[in-house]
Each structure stands twice: as C-alpha cells, then as structure tokens.
C-alpha cells in the first residue's frame, strides 16, 4: 500500500528551517543529540520527511543513512504527513474482540489508504494504535481528539461525513 501514502509535496518554510537549524546548534556536540533533534525537528513539521533528515544529517554530520535509521527505527517517528484528520482505531484486545478490526478495514477501504498513510488531499490520515484506555466504549476510535465508541463498520460514514463537510 506504500504506493497510496500521502504525496503532498514537502512544503517547509524558511522560519521552520530556521527553527530546526537553531535546535541543531544548540545541541550540537551532545552525545544522543540526535533524538531530540528528530523530535524536535517532528514538532517543527509535523512529520519527518526526507528534506529535513538530510538538514540534520548534513548540519549534524551524520550520515543520511543513521538519521533515517534512527527516524524509521521508533514508532514514534512519522516519514508522512498527517491529514487535517487523523483517524486512530484502536486494535488493543478489548477493541480487537469487539470488531475493531472490520472498522478499520471498512476505514481503510472507504478513506481508500491504509496504515500509516494519509489521504491525497491532505484531509484524513489513519493510523492503528494498540489501547487509548477506553475499553468500556469498544470497539474505539479517534478523529483529532473527537472519540468514537461501541462502533460496527456502518457508522463509518456517518461519522467521515461530519468530517468532510467541516
């Protein structure tokens, strides 16, 4: 599904980078600098593309090869975007059991994106997580900080509705 993720032209602007160069100089020269200067640099971006791991690899003087590494290796590091909705279905065993995953596949077919990815307008990004602590409300899921509970795959448009008419 690598070939459906979100293909947003990077759109960085001068005072991110600026942002991002000043983070860098100050933690330049300390060892494990580079973690914080991913997150940072995520916090700058929202996501971590590939232009801004080759500032911090050329800034930092670390090859490309270890920021990504690094960038790919902890889950929480994102190389896409993420929609101006980001949808999280919970996949934990109480959400699971209860049919959480037909509603995610059922999001997955009707957003026409998968895990990880986000859609080519930008407004939906859907993601599966593994417990929000709402396992009362199972199956669960989330819109931005809006929480959707006891959920079956025919709410799904209801609910992308309300969404796409905002």
């Given at each position: 599904?690598?070939s ?7 759109q960085?602007t001068?005072n ?7 983070l ?6 300390q ?6 200067v991913l997150?940072g640099?995520q ?7 590939i232009?801004v791991?080759?500032?911090i ?5 670390i090859p ?5 590494g690094?960038?790919t290796f ?7 975007p993420?929609?101006r909705?980001?949808v ?5 065993t ?6 959480s ?5 059922k999001?997955?077919?009707?957003l ?5 990815e ?6 939906f ?5 593994r417990?929000?602590g709402a ?28 969404y796409?008419e905002?």
């Amino acid at each position: 599904m690598s070939s459906r993720v979100c293909k947003l032209p990077f759109q960085g602007t001068e005072n991110q980078e600026r942002e991002l160069r000043a983070l860098i100089e100050k933690l330049h020269g300390q060892e494990g600098a580079l973690m914080p200067v991913l997150q940072g640099a995520q916090e700058i971006y929202g996501y971590l593309p590939i232009e801004v791991m080759e500032i911090i690899s050329t800034a930092m003087n670390i090859p490309l090869e270890e920021v990504y590494g690094v960038a790919t290796f902890y889950s929480q590091f994102s190389l896409n975007p993420k929609g101006r909705y980001k949808v999280s279905v919970c996949l934990g065993t109480a959400c699971y059991v209860k049919g959480s995953g037909d509603v995610y596949a059922k999001l997955q077919e009707k957003l026409g994106i998968g895990s990880g990815e986000c859609t080519p307008d930008g407004e939906f990004s859907l993601e599966a997580c593994r417990c929000i602590g709402a396992c009362g409300l199972a199956p669960v899921m989330t819109i931005n900080e809006d929480v959707y509970g006891r959920l079956v795959p025919d709410d799904i448009d209801g609910i992308l509705a309300k969404y796409r008419e905002a």
